[in-house]
């Protein structure tokens, strides 16, 4: 890297990224666009469905109407699956917002692992020198790479002058063996009581340390899960990740924090109570998925776990077809793992109705709704070909884009988020959301027969090139 060319090139970016979604900081009236877009899609359906009874069928009305009343009771289901997450969702955010900042800054090791991150690893520690927080350090973990990842970190150990205080930079070095032995690695060799694990592309806002710290004054508290951003946009499938981290990850985290149900701590901004992770039996190799796995132990433990919005990571999302694939590929069989692993607690209320309740939305969201996803859409677009209505079909596909719209709305506002990415609704569902979950089923097939993977790594833009 050029030094005088790249010198401030990661404060730059991610001053950037903060304004390019400061755009997005409207007030709206929120419940207003619930109501009324969920109304309109429940009317579309109607239409379409005394469009259908008025059409002349060549084939009996029986199979017809069985599809009909099939394919409402999805729409319904998908309706109420929204308004039940934007409830809640809006019910957190309601009460974050009440809520007075605590003041609670205990020294805390930011743990960073790192294999063949050369290209990222400079631009993420040097904002992590910069966080507003009194009392931390950063432990980079070498996990064998073989890029050159070893000769950039060693030039950033050492005591740094941050904005806000000095910053100790330590770096360890260790044999390859996968990003959960080297978050333990470094766990270990960390004397705080509190860690805050990231990846060696993740980006930390400013305000991040000190606004997912002040969650552990409550000795309840074992972890706090973060809020991941994309950060190389302007790219169609980039902008729909971005979509996606914001109505189809960070909308859910905040209803789950309010129904305090978290099943997983994001690996690019996961805070810990070291004591936590330590009697949930560290971080595992058995599973693709070891931020689920961990989740899932720390709640086992009896510890609680809470959303944080403003503590917020910006990660390199894939800008190919084939890397996105790939990466949901693996989180999908992972997640399959960890729910596979901790299978027996499914039917152990004893555990707690809310640990029951975590495993079960995650069988549901990894196995039953793809599946039902796939088969609404291909077993609508079928009804309407084979019987003569293949007129009716944009009303369906309007029905679905209408509810993605008031989705994209509420938390683009909600999240302050950029609105450029609200036109993306349009397709997101029908064809973004669509590849994944078939994605999702395949995975779910592979997973089920035991066919062997390989962990895979997505291979890095940089910063530079964004």
């Known amino acids: 890297m050029a030094p005088e060319t790249n010198k401030f090139k990661s404060k730059v970016i991610l001053k950037n990224v903060e304004q390019f979604i400061q755009k997005g900081d409207r007030e709206a009236p929120l419940l207003r666009l619930i109501a009324i877009s969920s109304t309109a899609s429940v009317v579309m359906f109607i239409i379409t469905y005394f469009s259908i009874q008025f059409t002349k069928l060549t084939v009996g009305g029986l199979i017809v109407n069985a599809s009909i009343f099939a394919l409402l009771f999805f729409l319904v289901l998908l309706i109420l699956r929204y308004l039940g997450t934007l409830g809640a969702s809006f019910l957190f955010i309601s009460k974050y917002t009440a809520e007075s900042p605590l003041d609670f800054t205990p020294f805390i090791s930011i743990i960073v692992p790192a294999y063949n991150e050369a290209l990222v690893i400079e631009d993420s520690i040097k904002p992590l020198l910069n966080l507003n927080y009194p009392k931390y350090e950063i432990i980079i973990v070498n996990d064998g790479s073989t890029d050159g990842t070893i000769s950039v970190a060693e030039q950033l150990v050492g005591l740094h002058e941050g904005k806000f205080s000095p910053v100790k930079v330590t770096l360890i070095n260790k044999q390859n063996g996968g990003k959960a032995t080297a978050l333990n690695a470094g766990i270990q060799f960390s004397n705080a009581e509190y860690v805050l694990c990231v990846d060696g592309d993740s980006i930390l806002s400013e305000n991040t340390l000190k606004n997912g710290m002040r969650h552990f004054a409550n000795p ?18 980039t902008d729909l990740q971005a979509l996606e981290y914001v109505e189809g990850l960070n909308m859910v985290r905040a209803a789950q924090s309010f129904l305090k149900i978290v099943n997983i701590i994001p690996g690019p901004v996961g805070f810990f109570r070291k004591r936590a992770i330590v009697e949930a039996g560290w971080y595992a190799s058995d599973t693709f998925a070891e931020d689920a796995d961990l989740t899932m132990k720390v709640r086992l433990a009896g510890w609680q776990i809470v959303y944080e919005p403003n503590a917020m990571a910006y990660t390199e999302a894939p800008e190919s077809i084939n890397q996105l694939l790939k990466q949901r590929y ?42 039902m996803n796939i088969f609404a859409n291909l077993f609508f677009i079928v009804i309407a070909v084979f019987y003569g209505m293949s007129n009716l079909i944009p009303l369906w596909w309007i029905s679905i884009a209408l ?25 997101y569902r029908l064809f973004f959301v669509l590849t994944i979950d078939i994605t999702k089923v395949a995975a779910t097939v592979e997973e089920f027969l035991g066919m062997e993977m390989n962990w895979g790594k ?9």
């Open 220 to 237: 309840k508290i074992g972890a706090v899960a973060g809020n991941v951003k994309v950060l190389n946009r302007k790219q169609m499938l």
């Open 330 to 371: 693996r989180w999908t069989r992972g997640f399959l793992q960890s729910l596979k692993k901790h299978r027996h607690f499914l039917f152990a209320p004893s555990k707690g109705i809310r640990n029951c309740v975590v495993l079960w939305s995650m069988f549901y969201d990894a196995i039953i709704w793809p599946n």
């Open 403 to 427: 509810l993605d719209i008031m989705a994209a709305l509420y938390c683009v506002s909600i999240d302050k988020e950029d609105l450029r990415l609200v036109p993306y609704a349009f397709i």
């Open 458 to 466: 997505l291979e890095r833009v940089g910063l530079s090139s964004n």
